[in-house]
């Protein structure tokens, strides 16, 4: 038996909490005002998830503070010289999950790295979690985030997965489309080659991005 859709009033106090401290850290940049209708908006985007419900708050917490960071970025407040790169693809939870993992960790920290999808899963595909546990790189706190303006807009590359038009356009951005493999419904040596296939994009794409620099 599924559990019942969580409801904003039931959760008042705790992402009224989350509110004030996320307030607190972006006091320079937002009113409280603006930080509250940006938790209070995370929380509604992503309550129709199924399987994150038990930890939907602070699920929202992580992503309210980071569209909060795209939003200052995008708006010139936050000052960070590493490039940002978006990875978007339909579900957010296979192809763009896992080479935004692999991008951090490759680039060590040097590169900002965030990931949405254009029409978000309720969970990572497992195989894909299995596949990454292998490389080393554990996604287990990974969830799918849906696509939103600020994220795109804070971007200096945004790779593009088979999501169409759904990902806005926005000029002096670098768009990439890379063709990939869903990994929904693929064996698990299926998957192993999607990682294999990613890793050599990803090797790519940071090579350029340190050209750049």
Known sequence: MSEPMPNLLDARHALSRVSDD????????????????????????????????THLVPLSAQFARDRLESLARSEGLLKD????VLF????????????????????????DVRSAGSAP???????????????GLD???????????????????????????????????????????DPAGTDVDGVRQLRAEIDRHVTELLRTLETDS
């Open 22 to 53: 996320l307030a607190q850290r972006f006091t320079e940049f937002f009113s409280p005002e603006t930080v509250a209708g940006v938790v209070d908006e995370s929380y509604r985007l992503l309550a129709g998830t199924a399987r994150i419900r």
């Open 81 to 84: 010289h590493r490039p940002q």
């Open 88 to 111: 978007v693809c339909v579900q957010n939870a296979g192809r763009s999950q896992m080479a935004a993992a692999l991008l951090a960790l490759k680039s060590g920290g040097q590169v």
């Open 121 to 135: 899963a309720d969970d990572v595909h497992p195989t894909v979690l299995a596949v990454m546990d292998e490389a």
């Open 139 to 181: 996604m287990s706190q990974a969830f799918p985030k849906p696509l939103t303006d600020e994220t795109v807009r804070a971007a200096d590359v945004v790779v593009t997965m088979g999501c169409g038009d759904a990902c806005p356009v926005y000029p002096g951005k670098r768009y990439l489309n890379w063709d990939l493999t």
